[in-house]
């Protein structure tokens, strides 16, 4: 029998501990790095561990990594680091389980829906191939069994000729002396960097996964569009390779000491570099909180320039701001899947709009546009909205999805108090947030002490228990949803982009050929909103997609509009077919490829 080959079915006695291996992928945690040791137990809910558990393949042996590293290799044959639909479907034949089983594998190992499974969740697909062949139903909580490490490698029918082709190849090709020819998966970079990018024309068939797809489409349609209408200083910088590659993240707002850095400290289970907590404004500045090779803190104008990471838009708020900014970095599992984001507690009356000297709620839009998830964080003690705050909060607009209202420190109250102040919360943020919907409120005590149960009393200790469940199921999800959140904010910028060319072309249309034109470019501020209303009869679109009228209208007065371009219907239109064509076909290509 060859090296690695497929081994008889049955189970082993042996339970080695997963050990660092170099041919992994970045979200597999059982073969990235040693577990970290168990945290403290929590009171209710499940600690942080299962949001990092939910998004890796789980009890994968050295011995296992070894042969699914061999396996890897054949199922990947271009060598990209990343098994396709295509590529999956031949190689998961062999295993001779029906096309529903395969189907439920697939779902589970790609729970991301990036399209591709990456060494990590090949793992996992291996492991319930094993589990299916042994007559077990393949669920969402098949990778938690205990016992999983204790099944064999599943049996693949042809698998053995394959790896000994592939070794005597390997045998051939390979340097003396020299170490194995590195394979790299196919760069994006050049798409953003290279002046000759827009005449390269990627088929939509050369990508391997919805992102690389996303990044095709734009830099090929969408890019040339927002850069001819000048779309980057209307609404949104032009997008980076960075931008597409970001780790979800999640924003916590609210006043100050409502608990947010303490949030973040009870889901990491210890301290970040930089965290301050005290009852007085401790936290004056954003901190993104991420995951790094070691424990350190960034400088803003530092990690405001680095290529490889989605905060190059933050440039536009000036060195006011990134002085006032910073990144965190530590190891931590959870941190490998999600970035949060610290800010500061909302101030009242006029310090929050003289004493910053930055435009705060400008920043905070710019990050509520880029997250996937924003808390609202309140203190059953602060319950009013501030003008200042309302701003804020009304600054997230276009983002009502994202939000997430949590009721902190809820154990300082006791139970009759409590129904009064949730009442009261609701009743104040129905003020604010304009959706007919009610809003989601978490009710807790997100910190690391024990419940004060002699003021909520036993019903209010199990009911503070089921509402951390359920907000950290919510947490959990995101990375499973990531890319649909990216395809899903794609979608909303490109038709923000369309509506955004319209309306310039609109007022290109009203500007006069030879004499008048400052006139006539007053007389078209002051009548914007009526130039809105024109292109929305036209164009037939809804009033509720447009932009914020008082915000254009000061951008453009900084603009000659004589000086933008005229209407290219060409352009919309790659626009257009991008959305209804190339998008739809992107999903379709990478979905299930068993549906």
């Known amino acids: 029998m060859p090296p690695h080959s497929t081994p008889k079915r049955g189970r082993r006695d042996e339970h080695p501990h997963p050990v660092r291996f170099p041919f992994v992928h970045s979200c597999c945690r059982c073969c990235s790095r040693p577990p970290p040791p168990p945290p403290p137990p929590t009171r209710g809910g499940r600690p942080w561990m299962e949001i990092a558990r939910s998004a890796a393949a789980v009890g994968c042996s050295k011995e296992h990594q070894r042969i699914y590293a061999d396996w890897f290799a054949i199922a990947d044959p271009d060598g990209d680091g990343r098994v396709t639909g295509a590529d999956a479907t031949k190689f998961f034949a062999m295993s001779g389980l029906s096309r529903a089983d395969l189907k439920q594998v697939w779902a589970i190992a790609d729970s991301k829906r990036q399209g591709y499974l990456g060494f990590g969740e090949f793992a996992a697909a291996m492991q319930l191939v094993s589990l299916a062949q042994a007559g077990n139903e393949i669920t969402q909580d098949s990778l938690k069994r205990e016992d999983l490490s204790s099944f064999d490698p599943p049996v693949m029918k042809g698998l053995d000729e394959l790896l000994a082709r592939s070794m005597a190849i390997v045998n051939v090709v390979r340097p003396q002396e020299n170490g194995t020819p590195q394979v790299q998966a196919p760069s994006t970079n050049s798409w953003f960097s290279s002046k000759s990018a827009k005449k390269i024309q990627t088929p939509l068939t050369a990508v391997t996964s919805v992102i690389d797809g996303l990044k095709r489409l734009y830099i090929e349609k969408l890019k040339p569009l927002e850069v001819a209408y000048r779309f980057n200083d209307f609404a949104s910088p032009l997008l980076t390779n960075s931008d597409f590659d970001a780790k979800p993240m999640v924003m916590l707002l609210g006043q100050y000491s409502t608990g947010k850095t303490t949030f973040i400290k009870h889901l990491l289970k210890s301290n970040f570099p930089g965290a301050h ?290 209407m290219k219907p060409k352009m919309v239109q790659a626009v257009d077919d991008m959305l209804a064509h190339d998008i739809p076909d992107l999903l379709k290509n990478f979905s299930n490829p068993y549906q």
């Open 277 to 566: 907590i005290g009852p007085e404004p401790t936290t004056d500045r954003f901190v993104v909180v991420m995951s790094g090779s070691d424990e350190r803190t960034v400088p803003g104008n530092t990690i405001a320039v680095q290529a490889d990471m989605p905060f190059n838009g933050l440039t536009t708020f000036g060195g006011a701001f990134l002085s006032k900014f910073e990144c965190s970095q530590m190891p931590h599992p959870l941190l490998d899947h999600i970035t949060f984001v610290d800010t500061p507690g909302v101030l009242s009356g006029e310090k929050q709009r003289t004493q910053r000297s930055y435009d705060f709620t400008g920043v905070t839009s710019w990050f509520a546009a880029k997250c996937d998830v924003i808390l609202l964080l309140f203190d059953p003690h602060k319950l009013d909205i501030s003008d200042e705050f309302k701003r804020v909060i009304s600054s997230l607009r276009g983002n009502e999805d994202k939000i997430r209202v949590v009721l902190n420190k809820a154990d300082q109250v006791d139970t009759q108090q409590l129904m009064r102040v949730y009442g009261a919360l609701m009743w104040s943020l129905g003020k604010v947030l304009n959706t007919p919907e009610v809003m989601r409120v978490y009710i807790g005590s997100f910190n690391d002490k024990p419940v004060n149960e002699s003021a909520v009393g036993p019903i209010g200790k199990e009911l503070f228990e089921k509402e951390q469940e359920d907000l950290l199921a919510d947490l959990k999800d995101i990375p499973k949803k990531a890319c649909d959140r990216r395809v899903n904010e794609f979608v909303k910028r490109a038709r923000a982009a369309k509506i955004h060319a319209y309306i310039i072309g609109q007022l290109k249309k009203e500007m006069p050929a030879m004499m008048g034109k400052a006139k006539a470019q007053h007389r078209l501020i002051d009548n914007l909103q009526d130039e809105f209303a024109k292109v929305q009869r036209e164009y037939h679109l809804p009033a509720g997609d447009f932009p914020d009228l008082e915000h254009f209208k000061q951008v453009l007065a900084g603009y000659s509009i004589d000086k933008f371009e005229k």
